[in-house]
C-alpha cells in the first residue's frame, strides 16, 4: 500500500526575532527568572554568613552544584520527553514557591542553616531539569533561521540580570535582611511564569524523520547522505514549520507512540512482514539514545569538547585567578572591578553583535578563531603590569570569548535535532556547570605554587585547544549557520 504524505502547512515567518512578540515574551521570562536567580544566590549568601561560620556559608553556596550536576543528563530526558515549555513552567513554579516559602518562614523565626542547605539542595535539583529545558526551548518558540540572533539576546539578558540582579539583592537585604530579599526572588521568578504560558510552540520535525540515533551512529561515514548529520547541508536543511495534525503535543514534545518518534521501530514493509511492536521508551533508552546520538554526529561531538576544553580554561583564570592576580599586582579591589567590568562589556558586545547581525559567515571557523585569540588574551592579562592595560585585555577576553560561546551555543541549537535538543544541552551544561567550576580550586592551589604567571598560560593552552580542534575537524570547521 502506497502512503502519500502531505506537507504541513508552513505558517509565515514572524520576522526577524527581535520583532517577534512570541520571543520577546520568552526573553522577558527568561530575564526575569535570570534576575530573580541573581536576587536568590545574594539573599542566601547573606543569610548564610549571618547564620554560620565562614565555611558553614560557603558549604551552603556549594552544595547545591552536587545535585546539579549529579542529575542534569536526566533533566535533559525530561525536558525531551514533556517538552521544555512545560519543564521550565513546572520549574519556575517550584522554585518560586520554595523561596517565598523560606522568606515566609524567615519572617517569622530564625530556622538555621538547616533549611538553608535544603533550600539550595532543591534548588540544585531543579535547576537539573531547569537549564536542560531552557536551552531547548528557543528552538520551539522561533525558526531555525533566527536561533543565531536569539543566541545572542539571550547572552544580553544574562548581562543585563548579572548587572541588575545583585544590586537588587543588595538593596532587598539592605531594606529587609535576607527574608525581603527571598522574596523578591520569587516575586521575579514568579513573573516568569504568565509570560511563559503565553509562548507559543512551533512544532519541530522528529528525530526519526532526519537523524536517529542509530543512524547517527552507524552512518557515520564521509559519504553519508544525512542531510541533518554534516556541516555541509546544514543550511539547506528545511527549517522548523508550524505543522498541521498532531505530530506533537501542544509544547512541542513528541507525541507517545510517535511513529516518526526517536524509539520508532521502522516495519519491515518488504514481503508484507508485520511491524515488530515497539519496545517500550524508557528514561534510561532516551538518555542511551542522547549519548549514542551525540558521539556519532559529526559536529555535535566535537562542538562539546570545543567547549569542554573552552570552559576549563576560561572559568579558573577568570575568577579565581583574576583576584589572585589583582592581589599580587596591587590594584586593589577598584581596580579588579574595573577588569571585570571591562570582560562584561566585551561579552556584552559579543552578544549584541550576533542578536543585531542574526549570523555570522562561517561560524565554525569564526568561533574557533575568536577561542584561539581569547586564549592569548587569557595568556597575556598575567602579564601586563598595570590596571588600564589589564582593562584593555579583559575587553578583548570578553568580546573574543564572548563571540566563542555565543557562536557554539548557536551552532548547538541549530545542529541538534529538536528531539534530542534537551539532552544535547545538558551534556554541554554538565561541562559548563559541573566540570569547569572544578578547574577554580586547582588554579588557586597552581597559583600558590607556580604564581600567576605559568598558570594563566597553561589555561591559555587548555583553551586554545579548543580552538585547535574546532578548526581540525572538517565538519566542525565548515558548519554554518542558517540565514
Do not use: K
Request: with cysteine; aromatic share 4%; net charge positive.
Amino acid at each position: 500500500m502506497t502512503t502519500t504524505v502531505i506537507p504541513p502547512a508552513v505558517r509565515p515567518s514572524a520576522g526577524p526575532a527581535h520583532r517577534d512578540g512570541n520571543v520577546l515574551r520568552w526573553l522577558g521570562a527568561y530575564t526575569a527568572s535570570m534576575i530573580g536567580d541573581n536576587v536568590f544566590y545574594i539573599a542566601l549568601s547573606w543569610a548564610a554568613v549571618r547564620s554560620g561560620t565562614p565555611s558553614q556559608a560557603g558549604l551552603v553556596m556549594a552544595v547545591s552544584a552536587v545535585p546539579r550536576a549529579l542529575l542534569m543528563l536526566g533533566g535533559g530526558v525530561v525536558a525531551d520527553r514533556f517538552g521544555p515549555r512545560r519543564v521550565v513552567i513546572g520549574s519556575d513554579a517550584v522554585r518560586c514557591a520554595a523561596v517565598l516559602t523560606v522568606a515566609a518562614l524567615l519572617f517569622v523565626a530564625h530556622p538555621g542553616l538547616w533549611l538553608l542547605a535544603l533550600l539550595a539542595v532543591v534548588f540544585g535539583i531543579v535547576d537539573a531539569v531547569f537549564m536542560p529545558a531552557v536551552g531547548a526551548l528557543p528552538a520551539r518558540v522561533t525558526g531555525r533561521d533566527q536561533l543565531a540572533r536569539v543566541q545572542g539576546m539571550r547572552g544580553l539578558a544574562v548581562r543585563f540580570a548579572n548587572v541588575v540582579g545583585a544590586p537588587l539583592g543588595g538593596l532587598g537585604v539592605a531594606l529587609g535582611g535576607s527574608a525581603t530579599a527571598f522574596a523578591l526572588a520569587g516575586l521575579l521568578i514568579a513573573v516568569s511564569v504568565p509570560l511563559l504560558i503565553s509562548v507559543r510552540m512551533r512544532e519541530t520535525p522528529q528525530a526519526g524523520g532526519a537523524n536517529t540515533a542509530d543512524t547517527a551512529n552507524t552512518t557515520n561515514t564521509a559519504n553519508t547522505t544525512n542531510t541533518a548529520n554534516t556541516a555541509d547541508t546544514a543550511d539547506t536543511a528545511p527549517a522548523p514549520v508550524e505543522a498541521v495534525g498532531p505530530p506533537g503535543d501542544a509544547d512541542g514534545a513528541p507525541a507517545r507512540g510517535d511513529a516518526s518518534g526517536p524509539h520508532a521501530r521502522v516495519p519491515d514493509a518488504e514481503d508484507g512482514a508485520a511491524a515488530v511492536p515497539e519496545r517500550p521508551a524508557t528514561a534510561w533508552r532516551d538518555l542511551r539514545d542522547g549519548l549514542r546520538y551525540i558521539r556519532g554526529h559529526r559536529v555535535l561531538a566535537p562542538l562539546i569538547v570545543t567547549i569542554a576544553l573552552g570552559d576549563l580554561g576560561f572559568v579558573g583564570p577568570l575568577n579565581v585567578g583574576l583576584a589572585l592576580l589583582a592581589d599580587r599586582r596591587g590594584w586593589g579591589a577598584s581596580g579588579m572591578g574595573l577588569v571585570v567590568a571591562a570582560f562584561g562589556a566585551g561579552a556584552g558586545a559579543a552578544a549584541l553583535l550576533l542578536a543585531w547581525r542574526g549570523t555570522l559567515p562561517r561560524a565554525g571557523s569564526a568561533g574557533a578563531a575568536a577561542l584561539l585569540g581569547g586564549s592569548v588574551a587569557i595568556g597575556a592579562l598575567a602579564q601586563v603590569p598595570g590596571v588600564g592595560a589589564a582593562v584593555g585585555v579583559a575587553l578583548a577576553i570578553g568580546l573574543l570569548a564572548g563571540l566563542s560561546g555565543a557562536l557554539c551555543g548557536a551552532l548547538l541549537q541549530t545542529q541538534s535535532d529538536p528531539a534530542y535538543l534537551g539532552r544535547v544541552t545538558a551534556v554541554a551544561g554538565i561541562v559548563s556547570l559541573g566540570l569547569a567550576p572544578l578547574s577554580m580550586p586547582l588554579t588557586a592551589a597552581a597559583i600558590g605554587w607556580w604564581g600567576t604567571g605559568p598558570v594563566f598560560a597553561g589555561s591559555a593552552v587548555v583553551c586554545g585547544l579548543g580552538g585547535v580542534v574546532a578548526l581540525a575537524v572538517r565538519d566542525l570547521r565548515r558548519a554554518e549557520l542558517p540565514r
